[in-house]
Nanobody, 126 residues
Framework: QVQLVESGGGSVQAGGSLRLSCADSGRIFSRNAMGWFRQAPGKEREFVSVITWRGGSTDYADSVKGRFTISRDNAKNTMYLQMNSLKPDDTAVYYC???????????????????WGQGTQVTVSS
């Protein structure tokens, strides 16, 4: 059974940085694309960034492009999201997710992800 555990969230001032981690205890990690999504209060869950199962290709939402970097270490069953130059609009609960289907390409659509972590809060103050 896949269990995803996010960590690294917190409160920072605008312009600061955080690094989120997503650890997969179910060991399904290495063959599946994965992604980061976020949900702010009163808003729908939205795409942030995705990465292929080997980590060779990534994609980002326009709102975070150039500021966030996604990566993964399959040997450690862990995915990361380095967030720099944070803005108040980045405030949200951040979720990691595993794409349904081994070797499937990453997708920006939450419904194509079958396993989700519990989320970690990121708060950016101005």
């Amino acid at each position: 059974q896949v269990q995803l555990v996010e960590s690294g969230g917190g409160s920072v001032q605008a312009g600061g940085s955080l690094r989120l981690s997503c650890a997969d205890s179910g060991r399904i990690f290495s063959r599946n694309a994965m992604g980061w999504f976020r949900q702010a209060p009163g808003k729908e869950r939205e795409f942030v960034s995705v990465i292929t199962w080997r980590g060779g290709s990534t994609d980002y939402a326009d709102s975070v492009k150039g500021r966030f970097t996604i990566s993964r270490d399959n040997a450690k069953n862990t995915m990361y999201l380095q967030m720099n130059s944070l803005k108040p609009d980045d405030t949200a609960v951040y979720y990691c997710a595993v794409r349904t289907g081994a070797f499937e390409p990453p997708s920006p659509y939450p419904y194509q992800y079958g396993f989700w972590g519990q989320g970690t809060q990121v708060t950016v103050s101005s």
